[in-house]
T-cell receptor, first 113, second 113 residues
Framework: DSGVTQTPKHLITATGQRVTLRCSPR?????VYWYQQSLDQGLQFLIH???????AKGNILERFSAQQFPDLHSELNLSSLELGDSALYFC????????????FGQGTRLTVV | QQQVKQSPQSLIVQKGGISIINCAYE??????FPWYQQFPGKGPALLIA?????SEKKEGRFTISFNKSAKQFSLHIMDSQPGDSATYFC????????????FGQGTTLQVKP
C-alpha cells in the first residue's frame, strides 16, 4: 500500500458526461501529480500541484481540469467525455518535487461508453 | 528530446535467470532515473532509482546500470522469480520540471517457473 488513495476505483459513464476523480496523497506529501495510462500512449503526465498551486502542465486537454485543496487532496475533473478518454488515471504524491520519490495510487479506471 | 525509449517491449525469462531491460534518453538535463514495477490492476510502484553521478546502484536482486556518455540506463533483475512477472517502466525527470516523470513505454516481463 503506497498510502495514496484514489476514488473511485472504477467509473463507467457515457460520452458527453463529466466526472470527478479524487486523490488523497500520503500524509505529509505536498505534491500531487496526475497521469493518464492508456494502451497506445503509455503513462502520460497531465498536471502537477504543489501545496495548492499548479506547478506544471503536460498534455492535458482543455476539457480536463484539476485542483488541490487546502487539505492537500486533489481532484481531476474530466468533462465532455469522449470514447478516447477511457483510460487509467493515476495520481502520485511526493514530499516535494524534482527527483524525490513519487508514490502512485491504485488508479481510477474510466470507461466511457 | 523529451522521450525515453525502452526496450524490449516484452521479455520471457526462465526462473533463476537474469532479466535485462534497457532505456535510452536524449535530454542531458535529466538528472533522476527511477524504475517502476506495475502489476495488473495496480499502480506503478517505485523499485529503484539512480542519479547520473553514479554508474551503478544495487538494491537486493535489482541493479540499475547507468552510462552517462551513452545516455542509457538499464535494469537488471538477478535470479528472476515468477513473482517478478509484471510490467516495468523506466522514467526520467529534470530538476527544472517539478518532478514530472517522462516514462518509457514499458516492458512486460514473464518469468517462467
Amino acid at each position: 500500500d503506497s498510502g495514496v488513495t484514489q476514488t473511485p476505483k472504477h467509473l463507467i459513464t457515457a460520452t458527453g458526461q463529466r466526472v470527478t476523480l479524487r486523490c488523497s496523497p500520503r500524509s505529509g506529501d505536498l505534491s500531487v501529480y496526475w497521469y493518464q495510462q492508456s494502451l497506445d500512449q503509455g503513462l502520460q503526465f497531465l498536471i502537477h500541484y504543489y501545496n495548492g498551486e499548479e506547478r506544471a502542465k503536460g498534455n492535458i486537454l482543455e476539457r480536463f481540469s484539476a485542483q488541490q485543496f487546502p487539505d492537500l487532496h486533489s481532484e481531476l475533473n474530466l468533462s465532455s467525455l469522449e470514447l478516447g478518454d477511457s483510460a487509467l488515471y493515476f495520481c502520485a504524491s511526493s514530499v516535494m518535487w524534482g527527483g524525490t520519490e513519487a508514490f502512485f495510487g491504485q488508479g481510477t479506471r474510466l470507461t466511457v461508453v | 528530446q523529451q522521450q525515453v525509449k525502452q526496450s524490449p517491449q516484452s521479455l520471457i525469462v526462465q526462473k533463476g535467470g537474469i532479466s535485462i531491460i534497457n532505456c535510452a534518453y536524449e535530454n542531458t538535463a535529466f538528472d533522476y532515473f527511477p524504475w517502476y514495477q506495475q502489476f495488473p490492476g495496480k499502480g506503478p510502484a517505485l523499485l529503484i532509482a539512480i542519479r547520473p553521478d553514479v554508474s551503478e546502484k544495487k538494491e537486493g536482486r535489482f541493479t540499475i546500470s547507468f552510462n552517462k556518455s551513452a545516455k542509457q540506463f538499464s535494469l537488471h533483475i538477478m535470479d528472476s522469480q515468477p513473482g517478478d512477472s509484471a510490467t516495468y517502466f523506466c522514467a526520467a525527470s529534470r530538476p527544472d520540471n517539478a518532478g514530472k516523470l517522462i516514462f518509457g513505454q514499458g516492458t512486460t516481463l514473464q518469468v517462467k517457473p
